[in-house]
């Protein structure tokens, strides 16, 4: 996904560097945006892991025959439940509006974008 999706659900992210000062017309509080010295701004968010839950069937006995094949005691198993992460939890970096650039003008476009789009 581009990251134009995620600036609503980004817009209270936090930096590590030195925030950027809003101006008093922000509708949303954007958080602690990283501003570089060539204008341009970037905020972070978490992508969570994703855990996965296995369960299966281990032999615990194995079946008893006897000489003929039949079977004189069935196998018997057991249930295991362990997870397993598929993928590991990750820290996002993605250029985002500045503060100064985010005006009620602003909003509203992104806002019928994201509407236009199903969001």
Same mark, same amino acid.
């Given at each position: 996904?581009?990251?134009?999706?995620?600036?609503?659900?980004?817009?209270?992210?936090?930096?590590?560097?030195?925030?950027?000062?809003?101006?008093?017309?922000?509708?949303?509080?954007?958080?602690?945006?990283?501003?570089?010295?060539?204008?341009?701004?970037?905020?972070?968010?978490?992508?969570?892991?994703?855990?996965?839950?296995? #369960?299966?069937?281990?032999?615990?006995?194995?079946?008893?025959?006897?000489?003929?094949?039949?079977?004189?005691?069935?196998?018997?198993?057991?249930?295991?439940?362990?997870?397993?992460?598929?993928?590991?939890?990750?820290?996002?970096?993605?250029?985002?509006?500045?503060?100064?650039?985010?005006?009620?003008?602003?909003?509203? #476009?992104?806002?019928?974008?994201?509407?236009?789009?199903?969001?």
């Amino acid at each position: 996904m581009k990251p134009f999706f995620y600036l609503p659900l980004l817009a209270m992210a936090a930096c590590a560097n030195a925030p950027a000062s809003q101006p008093g017309n922000v509708l949303i509080d954007m958080g602690q945006i990283e501003t570089h010295n060539d204008g341009r701004c970037f905020a972070k968010d978490i992508s969570p892991a994703v855990i996965e839950t296995v #369960t299966l069937q281990e032999i615990e006995t194995e079946a008893v025959r006897d000489e003929t094949g039949a079977i004189i005691r069935p196998a018997l198993f057991r249930t295991v439940t362990r997870q397993q992460i598929l993928r590991e939890r990750a820290d996002i970096r993605f250029e985002t509006v500045c503060p100064q650039n985010y005006t009620a003008e602003r909003v509203s #476009t992104l806002q019928r974008a994201l509407k236009a789009r199903g969001f």
